[in-house]
């Protein structure tokens, strides 16, 4: 049994094949670019910090010493 995919990849590549017979017969040139990097340039960080940013930043923990006194307050209580 022959997948749909693979009759459609056939029939799409001899048309292209088609396409460039007749692009080179009608006195086309090819031409090599530059290639793609092989490590795209990373995104360019803002400057500026987002107000809401900041507010989303996760707090720190608590130390062992407020702890404890935070104990200490819950227990008097």
């Not at 997948?3 to 006195?27: C, H, Y």
């Not at 290639?35 to 608590?62: F, M, N, Q, W, Y």
């Amino acid at each position: 049994m022959t997948d749909n995919f693979i009759l459609a990849a056939n029939q799409r590549q001899s048309q292209l094949e088609a396409a460039k017979a007749a692009f080179f017969a009608s006195g086309g040139q090819m031409q090599i670019g530059p290639g793609v990097p092989d490590h795209p340039l990373p995104p360019v960080r803002k400057s500026t910090i987002d107000p809401e940013t900041v507010l989303k930043r996760k707090k720190p923990a608590l130390s062992r010493t407020e702890r404890g006194t935070l104990r200490k307050m819950a227990a008097s209580i």
